[in-house]
């Protein structure tokens, strides 16, 4: 899995603390470093709609459709996904779960059931089968990649559900790596938020 940091908002602290003072009319506050001291006081009062206004995109590659999968159903994004309609998926890659992995039989049954899909695939396109229509017999397994558009405030919802220990492991993996990320360009405004890699469920 590779999580990659396309854009953030500049100075995105200070973009929070500018737009959050008209609700107070208090611009005559700012100044240096006082940034922090207002997210917090934000954060702690639950006034977390002023975070909506800075944004981050996120390019995460090396997974599943089954992690994508997930990850769509946070509606408050915008989502650009590696398409099966259009890619051709002949040799596909995939992602296998260390669960399945680390089994011997586990593992041969899987890895005979992605060849199974590949040739499967191959056939359809031989038949004169569209990659539109191919792709139905394409496993959740299927390497994939995504962009992911989302305000802070999306941000932090995200990481709170999808790093706690009983995350499913691929999905929770991506949310810590984009605290990480997070906590470096914006970090009062993550600095609540734990990063604990080593719990699991």
């Known amino acids: 899995m590779k999580v990659e940091l396309l854009f953030i908002t500049p100075e995105p602290e200070k973009m929070i603390e500018a737009a959050g003072r008209t609700s107070y009319l208090s611009f005559n506050k700012q100044g240096k470093d006082t940034e922090k001291a207002f997210i917090r006081m934000l954060i702690k ?6 975070l909506e206004h800075a944004y981050a995109t996120f390019r995460i590659s090396g997974i599943s459709r089954a992690f994508t999968h997930q990850l769509v ?66 496993p959740n397994a299927t390497e994939s990649q995504i962009v992911v558009t ?37 970090p009062t405004i993550f600095e609540d938020l734990e990063l604990d890699e080593e719990k699991t469920a």
């Open 150 to 186: 989302a305000n802070l405030r999306e941000w932090r919802h995200i990481i709170e559900l999808r790093s706690e220990p009983g995350a499913q492991w691929e999905i929770r993996e991506a949310a810590i790596e984009i605290l990480k990320i997070l906590k470096k360009h914006a």
């Open 73 to 138: 159903r946070h509606r408050l994004c915008s989502f650009t996904q590696q398409s099966q309609r259009y890619v051709d998926e002949s040799n596909f890659n995939y992602i296998e779960p260390l669960s399945i992995k680390n089994r011997p039989e586990a593992h041969s049954a899987f890895i005979d059931f992605m060849e199974k899909a590949r040739k499967a695939y191959q056939e359809l396109q031989k038949l004169g089968i569209k990659k539109e229509d191919a792709r139905f017999v394409l």
């Open 45 to 50: 009062r639950g006034h977390l709609s002023v």
